[in-house]
């Protein structure tokens, strides 16, 4: 079992950055893929990236574009999502996501899921 525990959501301006951090249970931390997805009110839940076991491999969804960047430290078991140039469009609840199976995570599939943090980008 892995409890994932998501961090760091809140209000921004447009523009601004923030970091959101998602701490895992467990003392496998190191052997799962982790990802970040995000839903806005009235609309499906969406990949946002994902991060492979070790933290050499990253996948971005298309609307990223360079703004986003997943990173990890397998010492702490944590998982960041940096935001940067943030747009009132990203304004969404927040996922943290894991799986053994790296391609479960890239497709959506993840077996454990966190409870999800706010954030808001005003205009």
């Known amino acids: 079992q892995v409890q994932l525990v998501e961090s760091g959501g809140g209000l921004v301006q447009a523009g601004g950055s923030l970091r959101l951090s998602c701490a895992a249970s467990?003392?496998?931390?190191?052997?799962?893929?982790m990802g970040w997805f995000r839903q806005a009110p009235g609309k499906e839940r969406e990949f946002v990236g994902a991060?492979?076991?070790?933290?050499?491999?990253?996948y971005y969804a298309a609307f990223v574009k360079g703004r986003f960047t997943i990173s990890r430290d397998n010492a702490k078991n944590t998982v960041y999502l940096q935001m940067n140039s943030l747009k009132p469009e990203d304004t969404a609840v927040y996922y943290c996501?894991?799986?053994?199976?790296?391609?479960?995570?890239?497709?959506?599939?993840?077996?454990?899921w966190g409870q999800g943090t706010q954030v808001t980008v005003s205009s």
């Open positions: 467990g003392r496998t931390f190191s052997s799962y893929a």
């Open positions: 991060i492979n076991s070790s933290g050499r491999i990253t």
């Open positions: 996501a894991a799986d053994s199976r790296e391609i479960a995570v890239r497709v959506g599939r993840p077996d454990y």
